[in-house]
């Protein structure tokens, strides 16, 4: 059975078993461990919502106008193919990477390394206790990267919460050697101004530089006062990890004052977050092009100088964009999309009330060359299915699906989902596949979803923050073309050119 559309862009029921198995781990290094809210990835909690809404969401389930609480559904042409529960680490999951047969899951409490030669029954070969959120992960060769953006009582993967207003507080990149798959071995720890959100790589043949965003939430923390206008760059070397160091702190928002430059948000423009810092950032080695997720700005930049990146365009979306999370380019660099986390991922964006063009994806156009390279605006992409309000949903963490001649591109919604969706005419996106399940809950906004969504050699992974890891298979004739493009290894904001 496919699942059918209804009028109001509501959908019937379908249900479909889930694929659900449960794998022993190795434990490695042990450690204890309505109204939208404040953005950036929030963690998962709970926030009750009306008994009104409680009503419309019980009977809108009862009308099949949305799938069963923990329903999965999906369109005809998506197979959903293994579930992998959380085990040792109970944590928020985050983002993903890969390498060979390996897939990398981040996780609040540290990452978990899954054998994926079979995708349709993943193996889990190591799980890594080391807290700090978001641990947002990377690798590359025998390096993985994880980011901290919480307080810590030091680098270690002993450390212990602590509040942020504490001198001796630690935030900011680990760096472990995987050489060995099942016994990860923590090599290098690098302080970095208001810590790592998330990381991006810029590999060479003998350093890997890492392009560390965070931002600024206050002046109340000692170690992030504004201005915070840049973003830390770390060089590591592959054969000696152990020297990493931050060598600049390029300034990507110059400008007069105390906040430095930059979107200055509310008042002057109400809703849309002031910029302090970056949230995400893309960069496309193959053209020495970056693209910038920055909190109240979309920016495109050069990386010709890996150590220097020098914006080229800025761009500001005050009507409909609350804060600028990550972007994503085409395989040709003459598109960038953009993605707003309305809500910071804690939200129930996805309903007629918040409408089509908030918490979505911004369409951008790159026009002209080089130096002269601009980014203009053409259309904004949501999915089109109406979620409950009890689910947070909003646009967050996608990847391209390695198609010539299409620009296709698969991507996280929380309790939204995964979408697949085309974006070739940019004036003129649309949806060609999901998966979803249904709220975690009836009563309550309960955070939940898919964190991050993404392609690698002929499947489609997810991690869900509560559900786990899970492994779609996509059989669309707009998308079999990609089942012939290999990766040896894949980080998503460190974009490959698919086809050199």
Known sequence: MILLRVPRTRRRRLGVAAAAGGL?????????????????DTPAGQKEVSRSAQAEVREAIESGEIP??????????IEHVANIPKDVLSGTNSDLAFQGRYAFAGNYDGFRIFDISDPRAPKTVAQVLCPGSQNDISVSGDLLFLSTDSSRSDSSCNSTTQPATEKSS???MKVFDISDKRNPRYVAA????????????????GNVYVYVSSYSPNAAYPDCQPPHDGISVI??????????AVVGFPVLFPGEGPDGGGNPGAPTNPGVSKTTGCHDITVLPSKDLAAGACMGDGILFSIKDPERPRVIDRVQDNVNFAFWHSATFNQRADKVVFTDELGGGGGATCNAEIGPNRGADGIYDIVGKGERSKLVFRSYFKIPRHQADTENCVAHNGSLIPVRGRDLMVQAWYQGGVSV??????SKPKEIAYFERGPLSTDRITTGGSWSAYYYNGYIYSNDIAKGFDVLKIDDRRTDPARWVHMRELNVQTQPDYFD
């Open 170 to 172: 630690w935030e900011g």
């Open 24 to 40: 022993l781990a190795a434990l490695l290094t042990a450690a204890p461990a309505a109204a939208i809210p404040d953005p950036g």
């Open 235 to 244: 060089k590591v070397p592959r054969k000696a990890p152990h020297k990493a």
């Open 190 to 205: 690098v302080e970095t101004a208001c810590g790592s959100h998330t990381h991006t790589l810029v590999p060479e043949r």
């Open 68 to 77: 069963g609480q923990d329903e999965v559904v999906h369109s005809g042409n």
């Open 421 to 426: 969706w085309d974006f070739t005419n940019s």
